[in-house]
């Protein structure tokens, strides 16, 4: 973990209490979020917490009904071109230009821009060289995806947004483009807002991660603590002197397993500590929200802080 939050610099992406409601559905209730430069962050949530809504007022696509926002030091709402010009974007519906060119396209689309990246150099970073001759439309799906990635890329951004990036890629091009993304965000500093489903995605690619329940960042940190504010359960597996497979799940495996010492005449067998996933916590906050037993108290991911509050 970098010392994103204690520079002191300004943050590429700063939201306070925003909020969004379409006509009496208030979907966002006062999203807090800091986002830093060369970061890698991932906001999580369960299908209609309002993720794409977020991301796209921040883009300047959708206009918000309260809070602020700071984008590269400007509101999205007010953002010009050149503005715009330092952002990418990898949407997830893009299906334009069918008849295109692969090489021919990005070449196109690097005329926008006033230092694009060298399409030929781009088409070998995203493993398309060989299509290069190619018409757009008879890539294959995670084809097509690697050339979305390529033509948000083209403009050399400072903040790309990528928006469920690898859905259907198989897992080469998964693994392949995960290394793209840390190798955009290690040497170019680009930094880096994802949405996803794919928790394992998540945990791999983002150096923090933000997870949206109910209208408001719910948690926000690294999976390690994640996972210590949500107080997800580790268990701890033996098998006990009389042979038992025995399982327990605490929120203090070490407590636990310095009392199963304490009993035992010698060696624990086959003893075992199982950390809480990502998808652990992911659960037990979703879980949470919906029995309404989530305090809404003021803790909901103030991206500075460096641990959740507990
Ligand atoms: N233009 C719109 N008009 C009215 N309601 C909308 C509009 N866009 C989104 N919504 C509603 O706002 C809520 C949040 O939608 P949003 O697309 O932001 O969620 P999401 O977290 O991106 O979901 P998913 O994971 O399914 O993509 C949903 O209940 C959706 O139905």
């Given amino acids: 973990m970098t010392a994103f939050g204690r520079t002191g610099v300004q943050p590429v992406i700063r939201v306070r209490e925003l909020a969004m409601a379409?006509?009496?559905?208030?979907?966002?209730?006062?999203v807090d979020l800091d986002i830093h430069r060369g970061e890698v962050f991932a906001l999580l949530g369960p299908n209609g917490a309002g993720k794409t809504t977020t991301v796209e007022i921040l883009e300047g696509f959708r206009q918000r009904s309260g809070g602020e926002v700071s984008v590269l030091g400007t509101d999205p709402e007010r953002g010009?071109?050149?503005?715009?010009?330092?952002?990418?974007?990898?949407?997830q519906s893009w299906r334009d230009h069918r008849r295109w060119r692969v090489a021919e396209l990005l070449t196109h689309f690097a005329t926008y821009y006033p230092d694009p990246h060298d399409p030929a150099e781009l088409l070998a970073l995203v493993g398309l060289t060989d299509q290069a001759g190619r018409q757009v439309d008879r890539l294959s799906g995670g084809q097509r995806r690697r050339l979305d990635v390529a033509l948000?890329?083209?403009?050399?951004?400072?903040?790309?947004?990528?928006?469920?990036?690898?859905?259907?890629?198989?897992?080469?091009a998964r693994h392949e483009f995960h290394l793209l993304v840390e190798q955009l965000a290690r040497d170019e500093g680009v930094t880096v807002l994802l949405t996803t489903h794919d928790l394992a995605e998540a945990e791999r690619l983002?150096?923090?991660?933000?997870?949206?329940?109910?209208?408001?960042?719910?948690a926000c940190g690294t999976p390690a603590e994640l996972?210590?504010?949500?107080?997800?359960?580790?268990?701890?597996?033996?098998?006990?002197?009389?042979?038992?497979?025995?399982?327990?799940?605490t929120a203090d495996p070490s407590r636990l397993v310095w009392e199963l010492h304490r009993h035992a005449d010698g060696p624990i067998a086959d003893l075992e500590v199982r950390r809480p996933t990502l998808e652990?916590?992911?659960l037990h906050m979703v879980h949470r929200e919906a029995e309404g037993t989530d305090g809404a108290?003021?803790?909901?991911g103030d991206a500075d802080e460096e641990v959740p509050a507990a």
């Fill in 22 to 30: 379409y006509g009496d559905a208030d979907v966002l209730r006062g």
């Fill in 80 to 91: 010009g071109d050149a503005w715009r010009a330092r952002i990418g974007l990898v949407l």
């Fill in 152 to 172: 948000g890329i083209v403009g050399r951004p400072e903040l790309l947004f990528l928006d469920e990036p690898t859905t259907g890629f198989d897992p080469q």
């Fill in 206 to 218: 983002a150096d923090r991660i933000a997870m949206l329940v109910g209208g408001r960042i719910r």
């Fill in 227 to 249: 996972a210590r504010e949500a107080a997800a359960q580790a268990e701890v597996r033996w098998t006990a002197e009389d042979g038992t497979p025995r399982r327990e799940r």
């Fill in 280 to 282: 652990d916590t992911y």
């Fill in 297 to 300: 108290d003021g803790t909901d």
